[in-house]
């Protein structure tokens, strides 16, 4: 049986000799006019761009495959508008180091200075061999001496020309034989959400002074509550510019800069809680501008003074609001005055008393003693007068204020 299966195989096998021949040629014709095609296509493909040629002479990772081990180093030199933008300016950001004194011995009234703190400051203007900066009040608070830090590390000592803690501004003094830079001063009031922001100063004190950051503008009209004496009852209202470009302590009073390398505003706070990202705040700097003219002129800002102490009045408990204040039920939000009303300041002599309620100055709204404060500063000057709105004993009343200037 294995013999005749195996003849019977044989067989077979020569029988199908012949057809494997003629495929075996065809394929070979195939694949020869197939090739042929190819090679004339090659031309047209690699014109359109459907393929990339080597050129004769060219060296290529298939005909010298160490080609790629030793590659040619490339300089690539990069011009963007940031890169522009931050060398216009970055000379002109400093560092302001805050000295207070400190006692050494507790025997003796010996003191040392000691650093208390370290910012950012903007130079905007060189004249009569002077440098002058722009930085925060809070930079600056309770400073017994201070220092500027210059972009070549070298130190000058600073005296303040005037300083307003509400408007978190002060303007600084320095020996203008070493400055080499003056920051260019834009206008706020041109930007516009989405534009590109670019942070500049010393997060975390000099260690790491000059530190560029970018980002956008994310809004331009916010309004932040301050609680300067920590009483839980806001202050004053900040108007900011908010951007998303990080801000760390130590960047404030440093530059907040657009694409054409103008200052468009002073850093000034950010929200740093858990979870909470890129939420940063600048000074506008038409604001800014406004505010440091009159701090070099007089040394502070001159603010309407009314001689009332406002408190919240949504802080009183709720009990209080009928029975002490009277208030009709319409009476919502406004200013109580707490102190005893002085009979020669202007409030007392337009016949205001304790107790009484505010709720408009003029025509505008006041809910809260930081708003009180703020229309008069943004609204009157000393020597105004003021329509004031208030309840007392359940009426609503009003009375026309002169105001004079804030005393010292």
Known sequence: MGFYDDLTHVERKNRR???VGRLIMT???????GGMVVLLALPTLSNAGYINMVKPGASNVMSNPTANLFATPVSVKVETGTVDAVKKVENAVVGVINIGRTRTNWMNSSTQDVEQGEGSGVIFEKKGGKAHIITNYHVIDQAQKLEIALPTGEKVEAKILGADMYADLAVLEIDGSKVTA????????????GEPAIAIGNPLGMKFSRTVTQGII?????????????DGQDDWELDV???????NPGNSGGALVNIQGQVIGINTLKISKEGVEGLGFALPINDVKAIVSELMEKGNLERAYLGVQPFDLTNVPRYNWKETLNLPNEVQAGVVIQNEVGKFSPAGEAGLKQYDVIVKLDDKDINT???LRKFLTLNKKPGDSVQVTYYRDGFKKTATVKLTKTPE
């Open 17 to 19: 000799g012949p057809g």
């Open 27 to 33: 394929s070979v014709t195939s694949a020869v006019i």
């Open 182 to 193: 003056v920051a260019e001063l834009g206008d706020s009031s041109t930007l516009q959400v």
């Open 218 to 230: 994310s809004s331009l009209e916010r309004s932040m509550p301050m609680d300067f004496n920590e």
């Open 241 to 247: 510019l908010q951007t998303d470009a990080a801000i």
């Open 369 to 371: 003693g930081a708003q």
